[in-house]
């Protein structure tokens, strides 16, 4: 099987929808199912080869780090799509990714499935703030609803997602198939070289928190348990790695709570090496994201052994839920802290946690997740606009004509 995915976002870009696709490809090759990507361009980024097709892009208003991908020139890619026989299209993102890549799964007679990586409903009002938040839920689900009606199948992460599609009466067929972990991408990482660069005493509590640095993650609740915390550990350090649009609102927010000595910003870390170093660094990891359709991040943390105190909400409840490497904190600050200062009060626990966590992870391995994927590619059907009079079928004669007329 040939797949074909579009997304808005890939690497170099850093967030959990481009760890997501990079560990399904990964291990959808390992299989012997490879895949294409159609992604924008990044400034810098090296040439792309046959089986990632970059678009060129321009920058976003208000978000630096993303790019916006010419739909005219993902739909002109048709004719030389047509002749690579694809299996099925798997679109990533809801912005042109989407329309594009119903389009293109239109004009190839292909099968078409979406994943939705990203709560919405709690997320765009963080990016159009002069809006009404009422409104922007009211559009998000508008929206969510829309796009979910034009696709043959959805890929939802967690249960609880699924649940708020149903409720805003989303009826297409969906599983609930969560990003799997690459268990042999996380393991080492050296915390007391991690220490040593950031000049971190050995000795120091240390809490870590590792994310995309955006409204949507919750970081300021974070600060506000820290607050708490650091009442009983003066002395308590929260390192914080990622970049994003709400970095220098955080800085702000730990100098006005009196917590600049508290909280270290180092940006992005390289995932095969201090990004390991970085979460070994930890006494715990950290987390209280009300938005994740999944929180792998929690899965990495588990997987070296890091012990996970985090809210449960959304999918974070699903990957939480059976975990034994993990304290699941009330969603309020002084119940977050007091669970932190549990985990940093009592080694004994601490070692336990650290001890079970790997096995958590194990429970989430990529491979099982991406023979999953497979196996919903091969039941969808194509929609019925696909077998309109004259279309052939996936992969067949259409798409050669396809290719003849767009030349």
């Not at 810098?44 to 970059?54: C, E, M, N, S, W």
């Not at 208000?62 to 694809?86: G, H, I, Q, W, Y």
């Not at 429970?363 to 590619?377: H, I, N």
């Amino acid at each position: 099987m040939r797949i074909l995915m579009i997304s808005d976002v890939s690497f170099p870009r850093v967030n959990g929808v481009s760890t997501s696709i990079e560990t399904f490809r990964r291990s959808l090759a390992e299989q012997g199912h490879p895949s294409t990507l159609v992604a924008p361009e990044y400034p810098g980024t090296p040439p792309a080869d046959a089986d990632l097709i970059r678009i060129a892009s321009r920058a976003v208003p208000r978000d630096p780090e993303d790019r916006l991908m010419s739909r005219r020139r993902t739909l002109a890619l048709a004719p030389v799509l047509a002749r690579r026989a694809f299996d099925v299209v798997h679109i990533h993102t809801p912005f042109v990714a989407h329309y594009a890549g119903v389009a293109l799964a239109r004009r190839l007679g292909l099968p078409v499935v979406e994943t939705y990586h990203t709560f919405f409903e709690e997320y765009l009002h963080h990016y159009v703030p002069l809006l009404p938040r009422a409104l922007t839920r009211l559009a998000a689900r508008r929206l969510s609803v829309s796009q979910c009606r034009a696709v043959d199948a959805l890929v939802v992460p967690s249960a609880q997602m699924l649940a708020t599609l149903r409720g805003y009466g989303v009826a297409t067929r969906a599983e609930v198939l969560p990003t799997g972990i690459d268990l042999a991408r996380f393991t080492g990482g050296d915390g007391a070289r991690f220490r040593a660069q950031h000049g971190i005493a050995a000795d120091r509590p240390v809490l870590v928190h590792i994310s995309r640095v955006a409204h949507e993650k919750n970081i300021d609740f974070i600060l506000e348990a820290l607050v708490r915390v650091r009442a009983q550990r003066p002395e308590v350090l929260l390192v914080i790695a990622g970049e994003g649009p709400a970095r220098e609102h955080l800085r702000r927010r730990a100098h006005a709570l009196g917590l600049a000595g508290n909280v270290l910003f180092v940006g992005y870390l390289a995932r095969a090496g201090a990004l390991l170093d970085c979460y070994r660094a930890g006494d715990a990891f950290v987390f209280a994201s009300r938005t994740e359709t999944q929180g792998l991040v929690l899965l990495e943390a588990l997987a070296l052994g890091v012990p996970v105190v985090s809210t449960a909400v959304m999918g974070t409840a699903d990957v939480l839920k059976d975990a034994r490497g993990a304290l699941i904190a009330p969603d309020e600050p002084q119940g977050f802290a007091a669970a932190v200062l549990r985990v940093l009060g009592d080694p004994a626990l601490r070692a336990r946690l650290a001890a079970a966590a790997p096995a958590d992870a194990a429970a989430w391995s990529a491979s099982a997740m991406a023979t999953r994927l497979l196996e919903l590619y091969r039941s969808v059907r194509p929609a019925a606009l696909y077998n309109a009079p004259g279309a052939g079928g996936a992969g067949g004669g259409h798409a050669d004509r396809v290719a003849a007329s767009d030349a």
